[in-house]
């Protein structure tokens, strides 16, 4: 079966403008989350929705948002751009019983 | 609250050596799963190998095992065998399961292992 999309694969940006990140799960699994993640920073949580409903939201500035349609493909997006927000973005769907994330191969932002 | 220690930045093994990736996790929660992912430069992250708190025996997945010690709350990852394409950044993982719980993973800080020829 297909695995996680996340398009684009790289993307760049200038400061302020607004970016939005695309991930299509696998069929089935309606859990999607959300990673950021930097040299300095690691991995880190930025939301997790499920059945088009935020569930967890992690620390971060309200200038990150994200949704999820009903056929579960998730959308996140950044405003007003900083270029601390240069990040690898991660989708990770997950069919919430005890088993594992599949993560997508990620969205390079880079912030110019 | 969840925490995940990876307590190597970085290894160097020489190739076909076994390898054994230090992990420990602290919790609350009495059910939980735990992971090891690989992140090559590529950057996708790749499933290796889980292990459930409730599981009785360690998990293993062709040359990936996991050396659960619960009591000790230590999730070790041990590669057999290693090769060149092992050199990546490994992550171990915990999320927890109990119905009620937000649903997420946390990651430890990783450890990039370099395999040597």
């Known amino acids: 079966k297909a695995g996680v999309t996340q398009t684009p694969r790289y993307l760049i940006k200038t400061r302020g403008q607004q970016v939005t990140l695309s991930c299509s799960p696998i069929?089935?699994?309606?859990?999607v989350s959300w990673y950021q993640q930097t040299p300095g920073q690691g991995l880190q949580f930025l939301f997790e929705?499920?059945?088009?409903?935020?569930?967890n939201k992690g620390n971060f500035p309200g200038r990150f948002s994200g949704r999820q349609f009903s056929n579960s493909r998730s959308e996140m997006n950044v405003s007003t751009l900083e270029l601390g927000d240069s990040a690898l973005y991660l989708c990770?769907?997950?069919?919430?019983?005890?088993?594992?994330?599949?993560f997508g191969s990620g969205t390079r932002l880079t912030v110019v | 609250a969840q925490k995940i220690t990876q307590t190597q930045p970085g290894m160097f093994v020489q190739e076909k050596e076994a390898v054994t990736l230090d992990c420990t996790y602290d919790?609350?929660?009495?059910?939980?799963?735990l992971f090891w992912y690989k992140q090559p430069s590529s950057g996708e992250m790749i499933f290796l190998i889980y292990?459930?708190?409730?599981?009785?025996q360690n998990a293993t997945e062709g040359r990936y095992s996991l050396n659960f010690q619960k009591a000790r709350k230590s999730a070790n990852l041990v590669i057999s065998a290693s090769q060149l394409g092992d050199s990546a950044m490994y992550f171990c993982?915990?999320?927890?399961?109990?119905?009620?719980?937000?649903?997420?993973?946390?990651f430890g800080k990783g450890t990039r292992l370099h395999i040597l020829p």
């Open positions: 292990q459930g708190s409730y599981d009785q």
């Open positions: 069929s089935g699994h309606r859990s």
């Open positions: 919790t609350s929660d009495p059910s939980y799963g």
């Open positions: 990770a769907s997950s069919p919430r019983d005890r088993g594992g994330y599949t």
């Open positions: 929705y499920f059945s088009e409903t935020q569930r």
């Open positions: 993982a915990m999320r927890e399961l109990e119905a009620d719980r937000d649903d997420k993973i946390i």
